[in-house]
């Protein structure tokens, strides 16, 4: 009877498991370190643009994200159909090239960006202008959802996300 109770509960909660994937491997693209170039690799792709999470080490808001959101399928999929991604550690001093061909560390182009606490969830055109802003974790999967609709259907352009977010809810 153990045995089958075992059974069922693996079976319960295996459809659970299958729709999480590692968001380091799933979501997030390696990076070369050139965003400039990283632009022109989005146009040829068919992107709207270049996604770029802004974390740090022991973050639970940034790990939060990563756990609930950032490693489902879904969310994986939609954003990595659109837009580039990646990951930019506010404290590193690993060398990168922004979007106007200038060097310096993911420190100083994170400080460049106003980043002061993490996450921050920055969305850039195809031209490297920033168009979507959002400091802080997503409340749920759909509030980051939500934002990535926002971006790829340009509603940036005409209205704040938090406008977005409430004509979507009537």
């Keep these: 009877m153990r045995q089958l109770l075992v059974a069922l509960l693996f079976m319960i909660a295996t459809p659970t498991w299958a729709e999480t994937r590692d968001p380091m491997t799933h979501f997030f693209q390696p990076k070369f370190g050139d965003l400039k170039e990283d632009l022109e690799m989005a146009r040829s792709q068919g992107k709207k643009g270049i996604f770029l999470f802004f974390e740090m080490d022991d973050c639970p808001f940034c790990e939060r994200m990563k756990t609930t959101i950032l490693n ?5 999929d939609f954003y990595r159909a659109n837009f580039l991604l990646y990951p930019i550690d506010v404290n590193g001093g690993t060398e990168v090239i922004d979007f106007q061909g200038k060097e310096m560390t993911e420190k100083a182009f994170a400080f460049s960006h106003r980043v002061r606490a993490t996450p921050v969830l920055l969305f850039f055109d195809l031209d490297g ?7 802080g974790p997503t409340k749920d999967k759909a509030e980051f959802m939500q934002l990535g609709k926002y971006v790829v259907e340009g509603a ?12 979507a809810a009537q």
């Design 129 to 135: 202008k920033p168009v979507a802003r959002h400091t």
């Design 72 to 76: 489902q399928s879904d969310v994986q």
């Design 156 to 167: 940036y352009s005409s209205m704040p996300f938090i406008k977005y977010k409430q004509s």
